[in-house]
């Protein structure tokens, strides 16, 4: 594992821009595994920013996104779908067939499989940005989940409810399954680059950087991955 601290969340942000920039203008058929959450919103503001300026073009790139709330489409405003669209997908010149979020309706069972074929069929995903929920978990894998999880139905902790219920008008409101990628699902990712920052991520860094490896910490996996970088602010590298 690469740890980087630096000092402020635009730090952060640049250095994960300018990798997956300098990737996308390598590569144009880059796949790119993406994120929701306020942790990646600087970035694609970045991203945004440079295709506009020095017109990087995301035209035959591919992306996946991590989760989806189940029961919500793409209509709704608290939908992964919508955020991606909203924050990102619009703003480029990415073509909307190429962009991938998991359903979170109808069949969810065959959503889950069909998911993970695509992600196959297209060789895998290049980049993955992660970011990381207070109790540990990536995507919606929370503790407990089995290490070699692959796209399923996910039950959101009572820790994610509360952190999460923000984007909703209440705690009720909030969808308390998600379909999300497994565990097993982003460690294949060739790559992976982890933003962090504030003190609310020092503990669960922490417990993934030093502690053992264990379904307790989800993300405590990624110490077994070949190829991961850990961008943080001082106060999520504060416990390190
Ligand atoms: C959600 C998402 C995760 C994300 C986490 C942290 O639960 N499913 O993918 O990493 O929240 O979100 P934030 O970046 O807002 O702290």
Excluded: W
Excluded at 16 to 42: D, F, Q
Excluded at 58 to 84: C, W
Excluded at 177 to 197: L, P, Y
């Amino acid at each position: 594992m690469n740890i980087t601290t630096y000092l402020t969340e635009e730090e952060i942000a640049n250095a994960a821009t300018a990798e997956i920039i300098e990737a996308v203008r390598r590569n144009p058929k880059t796949v790119l595994g993406l994120s929701t959450g306020n942790s990646p919103m600087r970035v694609y503001e970045m991203l945004i920013q440079d295709h506009k300026t020095n017109g990087t073009s995301y035209k035959d790139v591919i992306t996946f996104n991590l989760d989806e709330y189940v029961g919500l489409d793409g209509a709704s405003e608290q939908s992964y779908r919508y955020f991606m669209d909203k924050f990102l997908f619009k703003h480029i010149d990415i073509e909307p067939t190429n962009t991938h979020v998991p359903s979170g309706i109808g069949n969810l069972t065959e959503n889950c499989e069909s998911y993970e074929k695509l992600i196959k069929a297209v060789g895998g995903i290049d980049i993955q940005l992660i970011g990381i929920g207070t109790n540990g978990h990536i995507a919606f894998n929370e503790p407990g989940t089995p290490f070699d999880s692959k796209t399923h139905i996910a039950v959101l902790s009572i820790e994610t409810i509360a952190a999460n219920s923000k984007y909703f008008e209440s705690e009720e409101a909030i969808p308390k399954q998600a379909v999300s990628m497994g565990i097993q699902s982003i460690m294949d990712a060739k790559r992976i680059i982890m933003v962090a920052f504030g003190k609310s991520k020092a503990k669960p860094i922490a417990g993934m950087v030093n502690g053992p490896i264990t379904t307790a910490l989800p993300a405590s996996i990624l110490q077994k991955h070949p190829n991961v970088s850990v961008l943080l602010d001082k106060e999520a590298a504060s416990l390190l």
